[in-house]
């Protein structure tokens, strides 16, 4: 069900029996499941501390070292055990039945794919909607606080105009943000230079974007390795 109103400018593996006991250990799924669905002008919600707040320490340990600017595919990084827990929790059957009732869709058939940022430069930011082949995008926040009036990712009624607020979200706390591509899901934020930590997971049309996607990422890393640590892409969540 679609909540229409929103004020402007708002802010490893386990076996089968344990997974029901874990599953909620970290990800707060109640409360993504009582945060309604906004549907103008698209599809999208907001849900602050879904990692729990107990959880975050621990994974704000183990998160990958990213000491670049741009999006890094899983196998490219390496991480902790806190980490690789969430990443479980985040490919489970029940966190992807949740997203399936939340927006009216089925996922079933539809593979992931994730990537990982650490920092953000001022490159980042511009405006976009995402590609087609992704289908749902989710952007898991994972810093500690968030004051600079930067990096805050606003969702936007227009492509060419970065002050037609919907929603501005900052990047802190565990906060989650999923909305569902379409022609006019655009979003970008003011730029900002520094640690910006996100976890970007998509469920994107077939296993050949996937394929692509990673191959992108890796060519890219390759690039920015050659031109120095302050290359960067231009679009960032």
């Not at 704000?60 to 827990?85: H, I, M, N, Q, T």
């Not at 953000?120 to 810093?143: P, V």
């Not at 600079?148 to 900052?170: A, K, N, Q």
Request: aromatic share 10%; net charge positive.
């Amino acid at each position: 069900m679609c909540h229409s109103s929103v004020a402007a400018n708002s802010i490893w593996r386990f076996a089968p029996d344990c997974v029901a006991s874990l599953m909620l250990s970290t990800l707060d799924l109640e409360r993504f499941r009582s945060t309604p669905l906004t549907c103008e002008p698209f599809d999208f919600l907001v849900v602050p501390e879904f990692v729990k707040a107990e959880a975050r320490p621990a994974i704000d340990k183990d998160y990958p070292e990213v000491g670049r600017p741009g999006s890094f595919p899983l196998r490219e990084v390496s991480y902790g055990p806190a980490f690789a827990r969430l990443i479980e929790e985040m490919r489970s059957d029940e966190f992807r039945k949740a997203f399936e009732e939340k927006f009216n869709i089925d996922l079933t058939t539809r593979p992931d794919m994730i990537t990982v940022r650490g920092r953000c430069s001022e490159k980042d930011g511009k405006i976009h909607t995402d590609s087609e082949t992704k289908i749902i995008t989710i952007l898991i926040y994972m810093n500690r606080a968030w004051e600079c009036s930067g990096g805050r990712l606003r969702l936007l009624r227009s492509g060419t105009d970065l002050e037609e607020v919907i929603l501005e979200v900052p990047p802190a706390g565990g906060t989650l943000l999923a909305f569902r591509r379409s022609k006019n899901s655009w979003h970008g934020h003011k730029p900002f230079s520094g640690p910006r930590r996100v976890i970007q997971f998509n469920w994107v049309t077939s296993e050949a974007v996937v394929r692509r996607e990673q191959n992108r990422h890796r060519l890219s890393s390759w690039l920015k390795k050659l031109r120095g640590p302050f290359s960067d892409e231009k679009a960032a969540a």
